[in-house]
């Protein structure tokens, strides 16, 4: 296409999305959380006290092999349990944001992915992405309007 204004604005007219891939955020379901079942592995240390509230309020453990955990357990370490993203300035006059529940990993990374300035941090992420079509355009990359021309 030759203008930006016929592009899909869900691919931004690239006819791919980028998703963080469950697989690959917990390719090993015979460890536990605790043993590190979760990847990035920094993202453990930086939530572990939140995720231990999760298990806590929710009744399962994180020493439990993933493939052991529910649906519903697993559904809620990878998706959260819903809240709210609070947007703040800080004394030094810097946006934070905080979440009110549990976010989720791959909320989270996706998050993440999207607001950091560090490019370390973005190809670390891109790790555990994969891309697959469109949903909005099937990979076509225009607008439905531009398509039914």
Same mark, same amino acid.
């Given at each position: 296409?030759?203008? @930006?204004?016929?592009? #899909?604005?869900? #691919?931004?007219?690239? $006819? ?8 690959? /955020? ?10 590190? *079942?979760?990847?990035?592995? =920094? =993202? !453990?240390? =930086?939530?572990?006290?939140? !995720?231990?509230?999760? *298990?806590?309020? +929710?009744?399962?453990? !994180?020493? %439990? ?13 990878? +998706? $959260?349990?819903?809240?709210?993203l609070?947007? &703040? ?10 979440? %009110?529940? +549990?976010?989720?990993?791959?909320? &989270? ?11 370390? %941090?973005? /190809?670390?992420?891109?790790? &555990?992405?994969?891309? %697959?079509? #469109? @949903?909005? #355009?099937?990979g ?7 398509l *039914?021309?």
């Open positions: 296409f030759n203008s @930006p204004h016929g592009a #899909c604005s869900a #691919c931004s007219g690239l $006819g791919v999305k980028s998703e963080i891939d469950p697989e690959l /955020v917990i390719p090993n379901k015979e460890l536990s959380v605790a043993q590190g *079942a979760i990847h990035p592995g =920094w =993202w !453990l240390s =930086w939530h572990i006290n939140e !995720l231990e509230m999760l *298990a806590r309020r +929710y009744g399962f453990s !994180l020493h %439990t092999p993933v493939k052991e955990l529910s649906e519903r357990h697993i559904k809620l370490i990878l +998706y $959260g349990e819903g809240g709210e609070v947007r &703040y300035r800080n004394r030094y006059g810097r946006v934070r944001q905080h979440f %009110t529940g +549990y976010e989720g990993v791959i909320p &989270y990374l996706e998050r993440l992915s999207q607001d950091t300035l560090s490019e370390r %941090t973005r /190809v670390e992420i891109e790790r &555990y992405m994969v891309s %697959t079509p #469109c @949903p909005v #355009c099937q076509k990359r225009l607008k439905p309007e531009s *039914a021309v």
